[in-house]
């Protein structure tokens, strides 16, 4: 027995220095002396095991020793496997900052680095321009009026968005534009995020294209000259990298611009003969200038003696001779203006090239250090408003409507998916401007794009599908009347476009971080390709108390012993803990992944996928988390917190057993969930009762309904297009007073107090007067409430053949 004491005191003692990470001497401290305990009071066996685990820890860890016999071989060994990063990869990952994400590597995130940089709102210039012109602009266009009727934007409306300077939201205010902070570009695309189409519209000049090139990257000349005129709508801006050859993989570009001289403006130049095939290229219809990313070429040498000089970005005038543009391609579902670019022997000076002849093959670094900023805003921001602006429309309809006498909002299976919209905008709000704060802090969060970029548009298509599940009919019948629909059908290009989700998922977001966000990953390959044994020596061995250290804190706080320590509420302190936990767990799985597979992660991309989940969902969470700690609560959010909290937490430790059941070494497998899971899995999905109570707080008039759905255009403009949110708020203020008049109806009816053959609402209504069982004042009310309620629900119809383009085509299937 006293062996047994010994061997449990000497292995917690242990396991307390190691999640410390305190280093070797401690450790050899600890064996010692229980050794020498061991050798007075125990077994001679475990006196022996103490003394030669001090022996090997002062071998391997003590600089003076192991710089003699291990550093040089582990280095030689390091040599041969370590992964060779290319030079676009090496530009990716000098691209962007590293932030809260390179905290969740560590496995002992640092909540003060997260929380210390608040959310300080946004300034009175900018709340104005949401509260006044975004609200006009929502309020002039219908979706179906520009998906289908016109394919376009209102021509008053591209008007007002030029003169309001919506297209110069990134444009300093020097040069006529807005100068907004991300935050506030972030709150309007979530105010315009109603229709697809104008989000688009406005959200790709102020993402990566020629208006953020030309303001980080341009000269004098060509910031004087363009971005006034991007700034004010003068110009419309488009960029083409995307091609039948290369869309993801943007690096792989076909295009080329040869360095030679010709003829320009009557003058013989040194210029660039260009040849591209773009698609899939946002406003080139109606683009008046043109950025263009292409290989660039000098095989006689006159720029110098380096022939390849790799991507370059450059401007080219709408009339510049050879350019083919105009036409258009047809996005599914909603059909923003997006089209090709030709050209074949195109002429140009080198001038046009972005920044001038100096940034000649600087174009992919240009073009990541862009995207590590825009794809965080655009996209995430469109997915943010559309999941609040399901909040609103799905919230309301399964409200008003009734089946089984009953609002179907009070059904078991319809709480379930408004439950999941609520959460999924939470989440998606939290994390977008959370990111957005950042990006106002100065930091370029290159890995947290990625995350945002995929999860919230994967959000996105999961929150319009429970949206279109609960109206039913409704939406599945487009029309005028149909808020819900072309967006639904247009999901599809957000998860394809600024990188497809697939290739995000399995390759950028665990890919680029492991290397980029580790603490010591980078020193290490930097001290190989240096040949620096000392640097390597050091950061390598660092490494090694990391393991040791993510390997005690993940044991350790998966039984429930030691939890961190984290600034939080007691409504939040256990999530947080959560975090805490399963970050440990993904450093200790992302170093195993790393060791016993090597290079050929690259290739495993399933495991890369799974530990990229990992990451994202405690990001996502730690959004939510500071979110709540920064956020006035209201009644109700606490409940959405902890489900939205809970329902990532859930989808890490998914991740993490995935993870466990796929990791090609099964003897590491084993021994990682004995660590990580040593009880088996702990985070449910979240409960009933919470799903109940969430579902009736954005189906009925609540202050966390009003709240999620703030960031959108909830209001009525005079003159402007029907608002269906601000119908549905306006239906669920008057619910409470309905709801009783409804029941009492139900109840006449099955008693045979009213007339069997009085079915509809408002003939009950009328027949329960008549038999005093309802006031004048319920009926007046009821019948106002009703007609506004069969509004909603009405769908439209057309002539039999409105949809044939070719009326020459259609059948009379009924002929006189």
Same mark, same amino acid.
């Given at each position: 027995?006293?062996?047994?004491?010994?061997?449990?005191?000497?292995?917690?003692?242990?396991?307390?220095?190691?999640?410390?990470?305190?280093?070797?001497?401690?450790?050899?401290?600890?064996?010692?002396?229980? !050794?020498?305990?061991?050798?007075?009071?125990? @077994?001679?066996?475990?006196?022996?095991?103490?003394?030669?685990?001090?022996?090997?820890?002062?071998?391997?860890?003590?600089?003076?020793?192991?710089?003699?016999?291990?550093?040089?071989?582990?280095?030689?060994?390091?040599?041969?496997?370590?992964?060779?990063?290319?030079?676009?990869?090496?530009?990716?990952?000098?691209?962007?900052?590293?932030?809260?994400?390179?905290?969740?590597?560590?496995?002992?995130?640092?909540?003060?680095?997260?929380?210390?940089?608040?959310?300080?709102?946004?300034?009175?210039?900018?709340?104005?321009?949401?509260?006044?012109?975004?609200?006009?602009?929502?309020?002039?266009?219908?979706?179906?009026?520009?998906?289908?009727?016109?394919?376009?934007?209102?021509?008053?409306?591209?008007?007002?968005?030029?003169?309001?300077?919506?297209?110069?939201?990134?444009?300093?205010?020097?040069?006529?534009?807005?100068?907004? @902070?991300?935050?506030?570009?972030?709150?309007?695309?979530?105010?315009?995020?109603?229709? #697809?189409?104008?989000?688009?519209?406005?959200?790709?000049?102020?993402?990566? !294209?020629?208006?953020?090139?030309?303001?980080?990257?341009?000269?004098?000349?060509?910031?004087?000259?363009?971005?006034?005129?991007?700034?004010?709508?003068?110009?419309?801006?488009?960029?083409?990298?995307?091609?039948?050859?290369?869309?993801?993989?943007?690096?792989?570009?076909?295009?080329?611009?040869?360095?030679?001289?010709?003829?320009?403006?009557?003058?013989?130049?040194?210029?660039?003969?260009?040849?591209?095939?773009?698609?899939?290229?946002?406003?080139?219809?109606?683009?008046?200038?043109?950025?263009?990313?292409?290989?660039?070429?000098?095989?006689?040498?006159?720029?110098?003696?380096?022939?390849?000089?790799?991507?370059?970005?450059?401007?080219? +005038?709408?009339?510049?001779?050879?350019?083919?543009?105009?036409?258009?391609?047809?996005?599914?579902?909603?059909?923003?203006?997006?089209?090709?670019?030709?050209?074949?022997?195109?002429?140009?000076?080198?001038?046009?090239?972005?920044?001038? +002849?100096?940034?000649?093959?600087?174009?992919?670094?240009?073009?990541?250090?862009?995207?590590?900023?825009?794809?965080?805003?655009?996209?995430?921001?469109?997915?943010?408003?559309?999941?609040?602006?399901?909040?609103?429309?799905?919230?309301?309809?399964?409200?008003?409507?009734?089946?089984?006498?009953?609002?179907?909002?009070?059904?078991? !299976?319809?709480?379930?998916?408004?439950?999941?919209?609520?959460?999924?905008?939470?989440? $998606?709000?939290?994390?977008?401007?959370?990111?957005?704060?950042?990006?106002?802090?100065?930091?370029?969060?290159?890995?947290?794009?990625?995350?945002?970029?995929?999860?919230?548009?994967?959000?996105?298509?999961?929150?319009?599908?429970?949206?279109?599940?609960?109206?039913?009919?409704?939406?599945?019948?487009?029309?005028?009347?149909?808020?819900?629909?072309?967006?639904?059908?247009?999901?599809?290009?957000?998860?394809?476009?600024?990188?497809?989700?697939?290739?995000?998922?399995?390759?950028?977001?665990?890919?680029?971080?492991?290397?980029?966000?580790?603490?010591?990953?980078?020193? #290490?390959?930097?001290?190989?390709?240096?040949?620096?044994?000392?640097?390597?020596?050091?950061?390598?061995?660092?490494?090694?108390?990391?393991?040791?250290?993510?390997?005690?804190?993940?044991?350790?706080?998966?039984?429930?012993?030691?939890?961190?320590?984290?600034?939080?509420?007691?409504?939040?302190?256990?999530?947080?803990?959560?975090?805490?936990?399963?970050?440990?767990?993904?450093?200790?799985?992302?170093?195993?992944?790393?060791?016993?597979?090597?290079?050929?992660?690259?290739?495993?991309?399933?495991?890369?996928?799974?530990?990229?989940?990992?990451?994202?969902?405690?990001?996502?969470?730690?959004?939510?988390?500071?979110?709540?700690?920064?956020?006035?609560?209201?009644?109700?959010?606490?409940?959405?917190?902890?489900? @939205? =909290?809970?329902?990532?937490?859930?989808?890490?430790?998914?991740? =993490?057993?995935?993870?466990?059941?796929?990791?090609?070494?099964?003897?590491?497998?084993?021994?990682?969930?004995?660590?990580?899971?040593?009880?088996?899995?702990?985070?449910?999905?979240?409960?009933?009762?919470?799903?109940?109570?969430? $579902?009736?707080?954005?189906?009925?008039?609540?202050? =966390?309904?009003?709240?999620?759905?703030?960031?959108?255009?909830?209001?009525?403009?005079?003159?402007?297009?029907?608002?269906?949110?601000?119908?549905?708020?306006?239906?669920?203020?008057?619910?409470?007073?309905?709801?009783?008049?409804?029941?009492?109806?139900?109840?006449?009816?099955?008693?045979?107090?009213?007339?069997?053959?009085?079915?509809?609402?408002?003939?009950?209504?009328?027949?329960?007067?008549?038999?005093?069982?309802?006031?004048?004042?319920?009926?007046?009310?009821?019948?106002?409430?009703?007609?506004?309620?069969?509004?909603?629900?009405?769908?439209?119809?057309?002539?039999?053949?409105?949809?044939?383009?070719?009326?020459?085509?259609?059948?009379?299937?009924?002929?006189?």
């Amino acid at each position: 027995m006293m062996t047994l004491i010994v061997f449990l005191l000497a292995a917690a003692a242990l396991l307390a220095v190691m999640r410390r990470e305190s280093g070797a001497k401690p450790a050899i401290v600890v064996l010692a002396v229980f !050794g020498l305990i061991a050798w007075i009071f125990a @077994s001679g066996w475990l006196t022996v095991l103490l003394f030669l685990g001090a022996i090997a820890t002062a071998a391997a860890g003590l600089p003076q020793f192991r710089n003699s016999w291990l550093t040089p071989r582990v280095f030689d060994m390091f040599k041969k496997v370590a992964p060779k990063v290319s030079e676009t990869e090496q530009v990716a990952l000098d691209a962007g900052t590293v932030g809260w994400d390179g905290e969740l590597f560590t496995g002992r995130p640092d909540w003060h680095n997260l929380l210390i940089n608040r959310n300080s709102g946004l300034t009175e210039e900018e709340q104005a321009f949401l509260d006044n012109q975004c609200v006009k602009a929502a309020s002039m266009c219908n979706a179906w009026d520009v998906a289908v009727e016109r394919a376009d934007l209102p021509p008053e409306l591209w008007e007002y968005i030029k003169k309001e300077k919506f297209l110069g939201m990134i444009i300093p205010k020097e040069y006529g534009g807005l100068e907004f @902070s991300a935050k506030a570009q972030s709150a309007v695309l979530q105010k315009l995020a109603a229709n #697809e189409v104008l989000m688009v519209s406005v959200g790709v000049p102020n993402s990566l !294209g020629p208006g953020e090139l030309l303001v980080k990257y341009g000269t004098e000349e060509q910031k004087n000259h363009y971005l006034p005129r991007l700034a004010d709508g003068r110009e419309i801006p488009c960029f083409g990298l995307t091609g039948p050859r290369a869309g993801s993989d943007a690096t792989s570009l076909p295009d080329t611009g040869i360095v030679c001289k010709g003829q320009y403006d009557g003058k013989e130049v040194i210029g660039l003969r260009m040849n591209f095939d773009k698609r899939w290229i946002t406003l080139a219809p109606i683009a008046t200038v043109v950025g263009l990313a292409f290989r660039m070429f000098d095989p006689d040498g006159l720029l110098g003696d380096k022939k390849d000089l790799g991507i370059t970005c450059a401007l080219l +005038p709408r009339d510049t001779e050879g350019m083919e543009i105009g036409r258009r391609h047809f996005p599914i579902g909603s059909p923003f203006l997006n089209g090709p670019i030709r050209g074949k022997d195109v002429f140009v000076p080198l001038d046009f090239i972005i920044g001038g +002849p100096e940034m000649a093959g600087q174009g992919w670094r240009m073009l990541v250090e862009c995207l590590s900023v825009g794809r965080c805003i655009t996209l995430p921001s469109g997915a943010a408003g559309s999941a609040a602006a399901a909040v609103g429309t799905a919230g309301g309809f399964t409200r008003v409507r009734r089946q089984f006498n009953n609002a179907v909002a009070d059904m078991e !299976g319809v709480q379930e998916p408004l439950a999941r919209i609520a959460a999924q905008a939470y989440i $998606a709000q939290s994390a977008v401007m959370q990111t957005a704060n950042m990006v106002d802090k100065g930091e370029k969060p290159a890995v947290p794009s990625a995350i945002l970029k995929y999860h919230l548009t994967e959000m996105q298509r999961s929150v319009l599908t429970d949206a279109m599940d609960v109206h039913g009919g409704k939406t599945v019948t487009l029309g005028p009347r149909n808020y819900l629909g072309i967006g639904y059908s247009g999901a599809a290009v957000s998860i394809t476009v600024e990188g497809a989700n697939i290739m995000t998922r399995s390759l950028m977001i665990f890919g680029q971080g492991a290397i980029r966000c580790h603490p010591y990953v980078l020193q #290490e390959l930097a001290a190989k390709d240096a040949d620096d044994i000392h640097a390597f020596d050091e950061a390598f061995f660092g490494h090694a108390g990391l393991i040791f250290g993510n390997a005690a804190r993940a044991f350790t706080q998966a039984l429930g012993v030691g939890r961190a320590e984290v600034p939080f509420d007691s409504a939040a302190r256990r999530y947080a803990q959560g975090v805490a936990r399963f970050s440990a767990a993904f450093g200790l799985c992302s170093d195993a992944a790393m060791t016993t597979l090597g290079s050929e992660l690259k290739m495993r991309e399933l495991v890369s996928a799974r530990l990229g989940d990992m990451l994202s969902n405690l990001y996502l969470a730690s959004m939510v988390l500071k979110h709540w700690h920064e956020a006035q609560p209201v009644d109700g959010e606490a409940e959405l917190m902890a489900y @939205s =909290l809970q329902l990532l937490l859930h989808r890490t430790e998914t991740a =993490l057993d995935e993870f466990l059941r796929n990791l090609p070494n099964r003897a590491v497998a084993f021994a990682l969930r004995a660590i990580t899971l040593p009880l088996g899995r702990h985070w449910g999905k979240p409960r009933d009762e919470v799903v109940r109570s969430l $579902a009736r707080a954005i189906s009925t008039d609540t202050p =966390l309904r009003e709240k999620l759905i703030a960031p959108i255009w909830t209001t009525s403009v005079e003159g402007g297009q029907e608002n269906p949110v601000a119908r549905y708020n306006e239906l669920l203020k008057g619910y409470s007073k309905a709801e009783p008049i409804y029941r009492k109806v139900a109840k006449a009816a099955a008693k045979g107090e009213l007339p069997m053959d009085v079915l509809h609402p408002e003939q009950q209504f009328e027949a329960a007067l008549e038999a005093k069982i309802l006031s004048e004042e319920e009926v007046v009310f009821m019948r106002e409430y009703e007609a506004s309620v069969l509004e909603m629900l009405t769908v439209d119809d057309f002539p039999f053949d409105a949809f044939a383009m070719n009326k020459d085509t259609v059948i009379d299937h009924n002929p006189a």
